[in-house]
């Protein structure tokens, strides 16, 4: 069974960085990717980067140049950079295997303005 635990989430003013992880267990990181989504109240869930396992990186348009993504198989993490943090970026962020995997339980960022 995989299970997934985002944590470095916090508070921020505009113009920060946070550091965010994902712990996994129970998961090959081959042949698989991983992304993270976010959430925020009111909101419909926002695809927001991923990796595959080719190494190869998918940004959404709103935070690419901004956030980058890495996977360490080595440590089983996931790691999402964020720069540059924005009010609009405020939200709880979940990680998730790709395609049709596990949800985590999610770490909040709040970006101060």
């Known amino acids: 069974q995989v299970q997934l635990v985002e944590s470095g989430g916090g508070l921020v003013q505009t113009g920060g960085s946070l550091r965010l992880s994902c712990a996994v267990s129970g998961l090959s990181f081959s042949s698989t990717a991983l992304a993270w989504f976010r959430q925020a109240p009111g909101k419909e869930r926002e695809f927001v980067v991923a990796v595959d396992w080719t190494e190869t990186t998918y940004h959404a348009d709103s935070v690419k140049g901004r956030f980058t993504i890495s996977r360490d198989k080595t440590k089983n993490l996931v790691v999402l950079q964020m720069n540059r943090l924005k009010p609009e970026d405020t939200a709880v962020y979940y990680c998730?295997?790709?395609?049709?995997?596990?949800w985590g339980q999610g770490t909040q960022v709040t970006v101060s303005s």
């Open positions: 998730k295997v790709l395609p049709g995997g596990s």
